[in-house]
Every structure is written in structure tokens, then in C-alpha cells.
């Protein structure tokens, strides 16, 4: 599991911690021209106090800059320690540059004592998170972090004692620059450390109900206050102006902690707190309340194809686009990634919730255009109604995500209520995505191979790969029930590769039978089409198993080709130019534009199984527009496929309209790889007996 940082906190760290260096300086200097040694040790306790503080700030800044998609807390008293030993490691660094002559025997220990120390607090603030399970860290990184914070360390108290008589040429501009070395450092120490943590997939936050990341935020942002004040009383600038910047610091800090950087809307923390305020009052006026839960469909596709900065102006564009029509008692917040809530108050009827929604996608579907590329996405929705669907913020968020993703289930781009029955299938969901990380290491995923036979001579042509899932528990799994799962969960790459594998690896079992050589299809998914190292990890893979990639061929669905018309066309001609062959799957589903066929030059089209089966029922209509394209295909020189075959009277008519394979029950069911073996087997067996041609055997 990985986070991503908040830029804009991550520079306010920086800015802490070189007010914090600039602190430490200023009291060095401060220490050393007290004379009365009775107030000496008050100001070193002041002293440590701010200067600690201003170091566990910039912290816990660099800590809520790390987001994670799951909601995050902190132990108190885990979260209350780190903050007692950076204060401890700030008396140490005071103590040490602001008396006697700093020998270098000295400068080590103190330096090596407060660089643990600061790695110290670090860790332990880590440790506040609970995590389980515990956060692994990589140990090099850890070493070298604590280097870095001992290096630090020494730098710092030597830089402090050198700048602390005022004697000094050019003091303030040294005492700058020294505080933006030390804030460097210390911030380097906080990020390498971060870097080191590693979260396993699936873990949760224990302390998500103690302190969580919201309340942090507001403590932060009074710890910060007082650091500042501190710094500006030892400089001596009272004047109003800098007490209105400070005021205006800290409102903006809140404000990066309780919004989404990206769009400016409320982040999680803030609904959480709104949803809260109205299920407060509705529980007064005995009042309803609904809340709309929003996810991007086919956003995931623009962003991973045309980059991360189009995906993130695309998503300007979509939260603009729900702040329109809402009334000002509604709110509009962003979860993360393309996951968005609407939470309508004051008596809200379901008809005008279900108003709204419908507002909601008639405007997500209107065409966008972003660096001169339309685009267009649509929205899967979920409404959950308190106090019937959640009496509090999470159960009414669990609720309406399990609306959407039955409404996901059901075609997309349109909305559901909540029922209580979608609880089942979010939590087969949930269980599935959990369980899909422990199947591929298990060996419970499969590789089924259906073959493709010639419709004249019904002789095989090919076979195509098929992912099959076997669940210890839940029997066999749907592969349109587990693959959109693992596209949510970021697996479908890592399975599509072992999928590759395994073709590879029972091609070369076929060959080693003697078999004759035929291609493999394999499905790749949309995910997969638009990774950006696609044709680097295709030659890895088929390098690595010794395969001749005229071995391979590579099925993409109409759909995903039109997803971005440059990008397929180059990678087809990639792909094609290194020996593979691209069939467009599902032929008919999608644009259904004939004219894409010459511009994209695929090798193979399918024929989807609904025209097929029509060949039953539609009569000359059906047989006319397979004709069409079966004309279309041979003038392009491509390879017409019919799937879904299930009767004779199909296979009469696909052999009159000339089609050139075909596929489906009627034929052969999709086998298991040792069946097929021995099917293919005992294929070529009669091709032998009858002398048949070697490079296609009978089925």
C-alpha cells in the first residue's frame, strides 16, 4: 500500500523546520549574553520548549503531508512522547552551544545524543499510527537516516556555536543561511525516514478512533503558533502587520489540513465533520439527511494513457462541475483519487436526492476538453438516506459506496439507493479484493484455453487464453466479477503478467509434445493496454520464456481502443512491428465505426456473440450487417472471428456469409490446460491418420 504527498504541506514542513533552525540560533546567541546565570536556566527551558516544538511541528506537517487511502489516527501518549524527546534533544543542543568551549569530543557526543534523539522522536511518531500490520522498514534507510540525523546534529550545534557571539560579520545573513542548512537537514532526516516505512496491502490504522488526523491537524497548527510567536518575540518585531501574517500562517495551515489541495474541496476530515454537524441536527428535528457517493468511470484510463497532470486537470474540471446547482447548506467534498460525496441537508426529500444525482451525471457526461483533447467520463453514484441507511458518518459513507458499487455492477454511469442486500455484495467485494493478493502466490488462478476452429474445414485455428479463479471458500469466482476488482485494486497488471507466464509455459509444453505450433490470444485489459512500459514488459516476458512472438496474439475490446485513438495506433504498430499479432475483441459492443478497422489495422476482428446468437432470430437483418463487415474485414485483409457459437444453423450460416473462424460451446467449451493437451493431442492424432495438412489439426 503507498501514499502520496501533499505538496504544499511538504513545503510548509520546510518552512517550519527553518523557523525552528532559526529559533535555535537566535536563543544560542540569546543564551550566551545573559549574564545572570539565575535566568539562564529558565531561558534554556523556554528555549528547548519552542525549539522542540518547532522540530515535532515540522514532523507531524511532514506526517499529515503523507496520506494513505485509508483514514489515519495517532496514539496520544505514543504522539506525546515523540513531542517530549524532541524537546529533551532541543535542551541538549541549547545546553551544549551556549556554554563553555565546544571541543570536538563534545560536539560528537552532544551532536551523536540529539541526532538519536530526533531520529528517536521520528520513529516513535510513526509508531503512534498503530499500524497493523506494523509498518516494515527498510533497514538501509533507516541506518542512513539516523546518519543523516546525526550529521545533522553536529552541523547544527557547531553552525549554532560559531554564530552565537554577536560580533560576527554579516551575523544575520550567516544566522540565515545556517538555519536554511540545519532545515534541510532536518527535513532530508524526516523523509528519508518516511521513505524507509513500508505499509503491507490491506493494512488498517488501530488508533483510527483516538486521535485522528483532523484534530492533529488543529494541534499542529497551535504547536506551530506558539513556535512562531516564540521566534518573533526573540527577534523583537511586535508589530501588527507581522501578527496579522501569523494569524493568516495558521488559518492557511488549517485550511491545507481540512481541504483537498487538488480542488480545493473539503477533504475527508471536513465531511466527516459536516455529515456529523447534520446528523446532529436532523436527530433534533427528526429529519433526514442523504449522502451521495460519486466515482469517475473511465477516469483511471485517461489518467494511467495521457498522465497524471490531464487527470489532474480532468479532475479540476469534474469538481467544478458538482459545486454547480448545490445549495449553500450542501457540501461537496473530495475522498481522494476520483472518489467525490455530496451531502444534501435541511429536510432533503429522496426524490430530490435522486434529482440531484441524475443532475450529477447529465453534467459528468458532457464533453470536456482538456490541452485541446475531448474527453468524456461518467460516474457510477450511490445514496444512502440517515437516519434508515447510518446513524453516524462512517456507516452512512460505508452505506452509499455500497449503493455505487452496485450501481458500478449494474452498467455504470447511473445511480442506486442503498438496499440493505448491497452490504452482501460490498463485503464479497472487499473479500475478493483481499483475497486476490494471497491467490496469486497460492495458485489458485488457473489458465483455461477455448479453442478457435476454421469454419470451413472446422479444423483448429488457435486457442485463446481465459483466466480462471478457484476460490478455497467461495467455489469458482466470474472472471467479470474479479476482474474489475483487480483493475480497482491495482492488480490487474501483476495477474495479466502471470498470465502471460503461464501461456508462455504451456506453449512450451505443446511444443515439447511435438505439437504443431498455434497461436495463443490473450485478453489484455484496458489497465494493462494503457501502462506506459506495456511493449517493454511483453518482450521481457516472452524474451525470458524463449517464445516466438508470432506465438502471441493480443486481444483488445473496441472500447479500449477508442479510449485514445493516437495511442492505440501506436502501440498496435509496436507490437505488430515486433511479431505479435492484435485482434479488436467484442466487435459491434462499442463505436461499432467500421471506418476504425483500416486506421488501426488489426490482424483479427471478433464478431460479439449477440450478433451471433441474432443469426437465430434477426433474420436477413442480422445476416446483411454481419455481411457487411465480413466484406469490409476480407477487402482489409483481416480475420473475421464469430463468437458465441451455439448451433448448427449458425455454423451453416457464418459458412455461407463467408466468415473465416469461429468459437464458442457448440465447438469447445474453454478446457483446462492439461485437457487441453490432450485435446490438441488427439487433434493432431487424426491429423496424422488422415494425412491432413500440418499447420491446423481437427477438433
Given at each position: 500500500m503507498t501514499g502520496v504527498y501533499n505538496p504544499l504541506l511538504v513545503c510548509l514542513s520546510l518552512v517550519v523546520a527553518?523557523?525552528?533552525?532559526?529559533?535555535?540560533?537566535?536563543?544560542?546567541?540569546?543564551?550566551n549574553a545573559l549574564a545572570s546565570t539565575k535566568r539562564k536556566p529558565l531561558w534554556l527551558v523556554g528555549g528547548a520548549l519552542s525549539m522542540g516544538v518547532g522540530i515535532w511541528s515540522m514532523h507531524f506537517i511532514g506526517m499529515l503531508a503523507f496520506s494513505l487511502p485509508i483514514a489515519v489516527g495517532y496514539d496520544f501518549p505514543t504522539t506525546a512522547a515523540s513531542l517530549f524527546l524532541a524537546i529533551s534533544v532541543s535542551l541538549i543542543a541549547l545546553a551544549t552551544a551556549s556554554r563553555g568551549a565546544l571541543s570536538r569530543t563534545r560536539l560528537c557526543v552532544a551532536g551523536t545524543i540529539m541526532g538519536g534523539g530526533v531520529a528517536a522522536m521520528h520513529f516513535t511518531g510513526m509508531h503512534a499510527m498503530q499500524m497493523f500490520p506494523e509498518i516494515e522498514y527498510?533497514?538501509?534507510?533507516?541506518?542512513?537516516?539516523?546518519?543523516?540525523?546525526?550529521?545533522?546534529?553536529?552541523?547544527?550545534?557547531?553552525?549554532?556555536?560559531?554564530?552565537?557571539?554577536?560580533?560576527?560579520?554579516?551575523?544575520?545573513?550567516?544566522?540565515?543561511?545556517?538555519?536554511?542548512?540545519?532545515?534541510?537537514?532536518?527535513?532530508?532526516?524526516?523523509?528519508?525516514?518516511?521513505?524507509?516505512?513500508?505499509?503491507?496491502?490491506?493494512?488498517i490504522c488501530l488508533s483510527g478512533d483516538k486521535l485522528d488526523a483532523n484534530w492533529l491537524a488543529l494541534v499542529v497548527t497551535a504547536t506551530s503558533f506558539v513556535m512562531l510567536v516564540g521566534t518573533l518575540a526573540l527577534l523583537g518585531f511586535h508589530t501588527s502587520s507581522l501578527s496579522i501574517s501569523l494569524k493568516r500562517a495558521n488559518r492557511q495551515l488549517h485550511y491545507l489540513g481540512t481541504h483537498d489541495a487538488l480542488t480545493n474541496l473539503p477533504n475527508r476530515q471536513q465531511l466527516s465533520l459536516r455529515i456529523a454537524q447534520s446528523v446532529a441536527e436532523c436527530s433534533r428535528t427528526e429529519s433526514l439527511f442523504a449522502v451521495i457517493f460519486i466515482d469517475l468511470d473511465g477516469f483511471k484510463s485517461i489518467n494511467d494513457s495521457l498522465g497524471h497532470g490531464v487527470g489532474d486537470d480532468l479532475l479540476q474540471v469534474c469538481a467544478e462541475r458538482l459545486r454547480q446547482n448545490l445549495r449553500p447548506t450542501d457540501m461537496v467534498a473530495r475522498l481522494g483519487g476520483d472518489e467525490f460525496v455530496i451531502v444534501l441537508a435541511?429536510?432533503?426529500?429522496?426524490?430530490?436526492?435522486?434529482?440531484?444525482?441524475?443532475?450529477?451525471?447529465?453534467?459528468?457526461?458532457?464533453?470536456?476538453?482538456?490541452?485541446?483533447?475531448?474527453?468524456?467520463?461518467?460516474?457510477?453514484?450511490?445514496?444512502?438516506?440517515?437516519?434508515?441507511?447510518g446513524s453516524n458518518a462512517d456507516e452512512l459513507l460505508h452505506s452509499a459506496d455500497a449503493a455505487m458499487y452496485n450501481a458500478k455492477q449494474n452498467g455504470r454511469n447511473t445511480f442506486r439507493v442503498f438496499e440493505p442486500q448491497m452490504n452482501h455484495t460490498a463485503l464479497r467485494s472487499l473479500t475478493l479484493q483481499r483475497d486476490l493478493h494471497r491467490a496469486l502466490s497460492d495458485g489458485e488462478l488457473s489458465v483455461s484455453f477455448q479453442p478457435k476452429f476454421s469454419v470451413v474445414s472446422q479444423s483448429v485455428t488457435g486457442v485463446e487464453a481465459l483466466i480462471r479463479w478457484h476460490h478455497p471458500d467461495l467455489g469458482e469466482i466470474p472472471p467479470l466479477e474479479f476482474i474489475p476488482i483487480a483493475e480497482r485494486a491495482g492488480l490487474i497488471v501483476e495477474i495479466g503478467d502471470w498470465v502471460l507466464r503461464e501461456v508462455c509455459r504451456n506453449i512450451a509444453i505443446w511444443d515439447t509434445h511435438g505439437?504443431?505450433?498455434?497461436?495463443?490470444?490473450?485478453?489484455?485489459?484496458?489497465?494493462?493496454?494503457?501502462?506506459?512500459?506495456?511493449?517493454?514488459?511483453?518482450?521481457?516476458?516472452?524474451?525470458?520464456?524463449?517464445?516466438?512472438?508470432?506465438?502471441?496474439?493480443?486481444?483488445?475490446?473496441?472500447?479500449?481502443?477508442?479510449?485514445?485513438?493516437?495511442?492505440?495506433?501506436?502501440?498496435?504498430?509496436?507490437?505488430q512491428s515486433r511479431g505479435y499479432t492484435i485482434a479488436m475483441d467484442d466487435f459491434g459492443t462499442g463505436y461499432s465505426s467500421l471506418g476504425y478497422l483500416q486506421r488501426f489495422r488489426f490482424d483479427q476482428?471478433?464478431?460479439?456473440?449477440?450478433?451471433?446468437?441474432?443469426?437465430?432470430?434477426?433474420?436477413?437483418r442480422s445476416s446483411a450487417l454481419l455481411s457487411a463487415i465480413v466484406t469490409?474485414?476480407?477487402?482489409?485483409?483481416?480475420?473475421?472471428?464469430?463468437?458465441?457459437?451455439?448451433?448448427?444453423?449458425?455454423?451453416?450460416?457464418l459458412s455461407g456469409l463467408c466468415c473465416d473462424q469461429m468459437q464458442g460451446f457448440l465447438l469447445s467449451r474453454p478446457l483446462p490446460a492439461a485437457e487441453c493437451l490432450e485435446f490438441l493431442r488427439r487433434a493432431a492424432d487424426r491429423i496424422v491418420a488422415t494425412a491432413g495438412p500440418p499447420a491446423t489439426f481437427v477438433g
Open positions: 527553518f523557523l525552528a533552525s532559526y529559533t535555535a540560533v537566535e536563543l544560542s546567541g540569546g543564551l527498510t533497514d538501509w534507510k533507516v541506518m542512513l537516516s539516523v546518519g543523516v540525523a546525526i550529521a545533522a546534529s553536529i552541523a547544527a550545534l557547531w553552525l549554532a556555536f560559531t554564530l552565537r557571539m554577536p560580533d560576527v560579520e554579516n551575523l544575520v545573513i550567516k544566522r540565515l543561511g545556517a538555519a536554511c542548512i540545519m532545515a534541510l537537514a532536518i527535513t532530508g532526516m524526516h523523509y528519508l525516514g518516511m521513505s524507509a516505512a513500508n505499509f503491507a496491502a490491506g493494512s435541511d429536510r432533503v426529500a429522496a426524490s430530490s436526492a435522486e434529482a440531484v444525482a441524475n443532475d450529477v451525471l447529465r453534467r459528468l457526461s458532457e464533453e470536456i476538453v482538456v490541452n485541446e483533447l475531448p474527453l468524456r467520463v461518467g460516474a457510477s453514484i450511490g445514496i444512502a438516506f440517515y437516519p434508515r441507511d505439437l504443431p505450433a498455434i497461436s495463443v490470444a490473450v485478453n489484455l485489459s484496458p489497465v494493462q493496454f494503457n501502462v506506459p512500459d506495456l511493449i517493454a514488459r511483453i518482450d521481457a516476458l516472452i524474451g525470458a520464456a524463449g517464445v516466438d512472438p508470432s506465438r502471441l496474439m493480443f486481444e483488445i475490446t473496441e472500447t479500449t481502443a477508442m479510449q485514445s485513438i493516437e495511442r492505440t495506433s501506436s502501440t498496435i504498430e509496436a507490437l476482428i471478433k464478431i460479439d456473440g449477440a450478433f451471433t446468437r441474432d443469426l437465430d432470430t434477426g433474420g436477413q469490409l474485414a476480407r477487402a482489409l485483409q483481416i480475420d473475421v472471428v464469430a463468437e458465441g457459437v451455439e448451433s448448427e444453423s449458425q455454423v451453416r450460416t
